[in-house]
């Protein structure tokens, strides 16, 4: 069954072709779409248009003043007609085009489970732009769209501009940039305007089309008219200003220079658009609405061939001058835009050359791929993966994880971060405080369980033991398929918590793994990065998903004739090794420089204090923490990995990430010697073993590999093949996808996993 489409307009959908082209964008990508909208005199109240249904709601207030307080009763009513109807139709996704019909379509979505999305056509946050409006109801405008933009699912706009703006402002992922571009079609060059006008040959036609409103610059061009040479202007469209205009023109003595052209149907438009020679979009700097626009007619202008005058703003001059196909001024300035008109009539015929090669770059064809790819988004099954501790971009989690289920999924990633929403890649991100005090946290374990429990998500994955009460009371209190992600063997890890009396960490760490493994049966499946670990829950739902690397550039393996860098990534505690690390530097001896370089953050003032002081005199260097994509630059300008971890047991039988990462990045890897770690680096010839707690050893060791630059070149190779043999991340892809497989299907057998139910 095609998923249903409720859009929604506060119009009569007489004209309106953003809503138009969508709508039947939708139509023939597979889903049924309705477009419901305000009823008039003429129009009918069910029909169907270019494939797809459009319901006119009629209005008994429809006949009332037009003051302020009679239209708030008119809003009243649509609302609560067309939130009944919507309803009763049954949408998967309501799309409210513009924010007055957001919270229509807010309450349609929280009563069907549908998901939302908001169109915003223009910068509703912009208050000189409804400046006509009472202030009290554009603020409550205002602190509308802060809410509700929020809420919504997916957030289209029109142009780039405005969706940094947007996103900035409310602290919300871009919205998705769709432009306002008109259909692909031939138009043939015509004499229409020529014709109909009487103009002679030998004068180009310059054509305003459009609204003629205050704040599109009309009375300026008017003026500039007087400044150009060769060419006349036809002003085609309707609006509240044309005497003006023409009063202004009689007074100018320009009635022979301007044209003044009736709208004709939208059929028509195009027709009479390439029977001109130039296209001119005047806007002016009114509000940052208009400064960021990216109009139609723009568009018009380059499918009909002609070349573009437009105002000197961040949208249109990224087009005009982008592509060279005309002239920019500024608006305030008649000399300016007749210099500008000039200019386009001089090099007439490069500009005309420049529009036929750009045709083919803005059409909608292109342009309704994004509406389609965040629909396509919107309508696979929902995913929830939350974190109280990790940060949103931890490689696992994110890069990993969220990533890779995206290619099939709607994901969505609950985490530390330093914002309240964002996207990356197809995954929604959605950001939790950071907290350095643990009791604090729990704030974050109370929001993620009202986060889980009112989520439309068919499945629910935890990544942290603290979750796991978080995790019992979801499969309690509802039927989504519940997964526990289980990092490291947390039993083992509590061992050294230095936080924890010593004496008690034992007893704590029995305490804890009893109670995981009561409560994990209840689940529904366990993923773990080892066999050790997988060992420890029931065989028939455990899954091993290693956390085995990303592909890193590889730019091929390192020389060692010259400076030569050593490296680390992880987290720089105790029992990681990094003391151990530092005072090795004191035992390498090499007629080359050697420097260490530490990448990671420190997660205790104290031992930081105590790493920097030691690490003064030698050359060691310091990061903090860095992006995933940062670690790559760091990994291609090393030549050596270190990864010496202490012998503490969660780490004796663990698969550390930055191991293989080092291999992929083609590095000879030096790390502890655990019997584990001894067969991966020696069984491929990539790496050597260490004693971690001896700096001696391991200062000397490293010595001994700089003496044979060609052993350790040849190393660098083999890491490399095996990390694309063995231990690449999308083998574990490929488990995690089967796992989710399995869960949704079941979850719909069920009668759950559905992304809109």
Same mark, same amino acid.
């Given at each position: ?241 044309? %005497? =003006?205009?023409?009063?202004? &023109?009689?007074?100018?003595? +320009?009635?022979?220079?301007?044209? /003044? #052209? !009736?709208? @004709? ?68 300035? %008649? =000399?300016?835009?007749?210099? &500008?008109?000039?200019?386009? +009539?001089?090099?007439?015929?490069? /500009? #005309? !050359?420049? @529009? ?89 374990? @109370? ?311």
């Amino acid at each position: 069954m095609p998923k249903r489409v409720a859009m929604i307009v506060l119009n009569e959908f007489r004209n309106d072709s953003r809503v138009i082209k969508e709508a039947s964008a939708l139509k023939n990508a597979g889903y049924k779409v309705k477009v419901f909208a305000l009823w008039g005199e003429g129009l009918l109240q069910q029909e169907e248009m270019e494939g797809f249904e459009v319901e006119r709601i009629p209005l008994r207030t429809r006949s009332w003043s037009k003051n302020p307080a009679m239209q708030a009763f008119k809003y009243i009513e649509f609302w609560n007609r067309a939130r009944h109807r919507i309803i009763k139709w049954h949408p998967n996704i309501v799309h409210c085009h513009d924010l007055n019909t957001l919270p229509i379509g807010r309450g349609v979505a929280k009563r069907t489970g549908a998901e939302l999305v908001y169109d915003s056509h223009e910068l509703w946050s912009d208050p000189v732009h409804k400046m006509g409006m009472p202030k009290l109801f554009l603020d409550m405008g205002i602190n509308m769209e802060k809410g509700l933009i929020k809420k919504a699912d997916g957030t289209i706009t029109v142009c780039k501009s405005i969706s940094d703006y947007l996103s900035k402002l409310y602290d919300v992922a871009p919205p998705v940039v769709v432009k306002n571009v008109p259909i692909s079609m031939s138009i043939e060059k015509s004499d229409l305007l020529r014709q109909e006008f009487g103009i002679p040959e030998d004068k180009r036609i310059i054509i305003y089309q459009g609204n003629m409103t205050k704040g599109r610059g009309l009375f300026n061009l008017v003026k500039a008219m007087s400044y150009v040479d060769g060419a006349v202007l036809v002003l085609m469209g309707r609006g509240n200003i044309i %005497p =003006e205009l023409k009063s202004s &023109a009689i007074d100018l003595g +320009l009635l022979d220079k301007i044209y /003044f #052209k !009736e709208a @004709v149907p939208p059929g028509e438009v195009l027709l009479y658009t390439a029977s001109a020679d130039i296209g001119v979009s005047p806007i002016e700097n009114v509000c940052l609405s208009y400064y960021y626009c990216l109009p139609n007619k723009l568009f018009e202008y380059i499918l009909s061939g002609i070349p573009v005058c437009s105002s000197d703003f961040p949208e249109m001059s990224k087009i005009v001058k982008g592509h060279d196909i005309g002239e920019v001024f500024d608006p305030d300035d %008649p =000399e300016d835009m007749g210099r &500008a008109l000039n200019d386009v +009539l001089d090099r007439y015929t490069n /500009f #005309k !050359e420049n @529009v036929e090669r750009t045709k083919g770059v803005y059409s909608w064809e292109q342009e309704q791929q994004r509406l389609l790819e965040l629909y396509d988004r919107l309508s696979r099954p929902k995913v929830l993966m939350i974190s109280s501790v990790h940060p949103w971009d931890d490689p696992r989690l994110l890069h990993k994880e969220a990533v890779s289920l995206s290619k099939v999924y709607n994901v969505q990633l609950y985490a530390v971060a330093p914002f309240k929403r964002s996207r990356y890649k197809n995954v929604d991100v959605f950001g939790l405080p950071e907290f350095k005090s643990r009791k604090k946290r729990i704030q974050n374990i @109370v929001k993620l369980l009202g986060v889980s429990l009112r989520s439309r998500a068919g499945v629910v994955h935890f990544h942290d033991p603290e979750l796991l009460p978080v995790g019992m009371l979801i499969k309690k209190w509802t039927d989504k398929k519940v997964i526990y992600d289980v990092h490291e063997d947390y039993e083992k890890a509590i061992l050294s918590k230095f936080w924890i009396k010593e004496h008690r960490r034992r007893r704590i760490g029995r305490k804890f793994r009893n109670f995981e493994s009561k409560v994990s049966p209840k689940f529904d499946a366990i993923i773990t990065v080892t066999d050790d670990i997988a060992k420890k829950f029931p065989r028939d739902m455990t899954y091993l998903v290693r956390n085995y690397p990303l592909d890193v550039p590889f730019n091929g393996a390192k020389k060692f004739d010259g400076d030569i860098q050593l490296i680390y990534v992880g987290a720089l505690t105790r029992v990681r090794g990094i003391k151990e690390l530092v005072e090795a530097m004191d035992y390498i001896e090499s007629d080359r420089n050697v420097r260490l370089l530490l990448v990671g953050s420190f997660d205790e003032d104290a031992f930081e204090e105590e790493i920097r002081s030691l690490a003064h005199d030698r050359n060691v260097a310091f990061t903090g923490r860095v992006g995933h994509d940062r670690i790559y630059d760091y990994l291609n300008d090393s030549h050596m990995g270190l990864v010496c971890l202490k012998p503490a047991e969660q780490y004796i039988t663990s698969l550390p990430v930055k191991m293989f990462e080092y291999m992929a990045a083609g590095l000879p890897v030096v790390c502890s010697d655990f019997p584990l770690w001894r067969s991966i680096v020696e069984g491929d010839d990539c790496g050597v073993v260490v004693n971690p707690v001896d700096p001696r050893d391991i200062g000397m060791t490293i010595t001994e590999l700089l003496r044979v630059p060609e052993r350790l070149y040849n190393m660098g190779l083999k890491s490399r093949r095996a990390y694309e043999k063995k231990y690449s991340w999308y083998d574990q892809e490929y488990v995690l996808l089967s796992v989710y497989e399995r869960l949704i299907k079941e979850g719909q057998h069920e009668g759950i996993g559905d992304s809109t139910h």
